[in-house]
T-cell receptor, first 113, second 113 residues
Framework: GAGVSQSPSNKVTEKGKDVELRCDPISGHTALYWYRQSLGQGLEFLIYFQGNSAPDKSGLPSDRFSAERTGGSVSTLTIQRTQQEDSAVYLC???????????FGSGTRLTVV | QKEVEQDPGPLSVPEGAIVSLNCTYS??????FMWYRQYSRKGPELLMYTYSSGNKEDGRFTAQVDKSSKYISLFIRDSQPSDSATYLC?????????????FGKGITLSVRP
């Protein structure tokens, strides 16, 4: 496809369960970012992948959060033992040309009940 | 204090009004400034970008940066109902693909017909 694809678009899960969120970046984009958008909190950086370099995990809020990017393409964000405060929209973006070339997906709306 | 502060809104204006959206920041290393527009249930899309201080105009939109005051603005002239969206400011110290954006919380604008 032409854009960044995220799945699922909506996810409702019970507290304590694990969830996996998927991001398909634009083909050829070497940089991939995950951000979290909570109500009234703006976008919060989570993790960044660039080519084969070690990811920048400095934004992950706890060790319950992890992410991987396989083959320099698809990325999966995993949240273990979900908590209610994890409820948010998780946005993925990819870029080929730096900060002006970010393209965001429509996000996964996660609700923890 | 957050690195980037944005007026929380929401903001409601009549069609045709001039809209002024503002952000302040505390990190003097920021040199690259962007405005994103986000429609409901969609990812943010880049609207305007500027480097360092100065003005940039694109159609009905003007972005201003005053680095001495650590203050950026987005002006929308002749506002239209289609401008109704959430507007987020974003900034970065670097422009390369390995640069993270720091976002404001966003302000929701409603333009009444």
């Amino acid at each position: 496809g032409a854009g960044v694809s995220q799945s699922p678009s909506n996810k409702v899960t019970e507290k304590g369960k694990d969830v996996e969120l998927r991001c398909d970046p634009i083909s050829g984009h070497t940089a991939l970012y995950w951000y979290r958008q909570s109500l009234g909190q703006g976008l919060e950086f989570l993790i960044y992948f660039q080519g084969n370099s070690a990811p920048d995990k400095s934004g992950l809020p706890s060790d319950r959060f992890s992410a991987e990017r396989t083959g320099g393409s698809v990325s999966t964000l995993t949240i273990q033992r979900t908590q209610q405060e994890d409820s948010a929209v998780y946005l993925c973006a990819s870029s080929f040309s730096g900060i002006y070339g970010y393209t965001f997906g429509s996000g996964t709306r996660l609700t923890v009940v | 204090q957050k690195e980037v502060e944005q007026d929380p809104g929401p903001l409601s204006v009549p069609e045709g009004a001039i809209v002024s959206l503002n952000c302040t920041y505390s990190n003097s290393a920021f040199q690259y400034f962007m405005w994103y527009r986000q429609y409901s249930r969609k990812g943010p899309e880049l609207l305007m970008y500027t480097y360092s201080s100065g003005n940039k105009e694109d159609g009905r939109f003007t972005a201003q940066v005053d680095k001495s005051s650590k203050y950026i603005s987005l002006f929308i002239r002749d506002s239209q109902p289609s401008d109704s969206a959430t507007y987020l400011c974003a900034m970065s110290a670097r422009a390369g693909a390995n640069s993270k954006l720091t976002f404001g919380k966003g302000i929701t604008l409603s333009v009444r017909p």
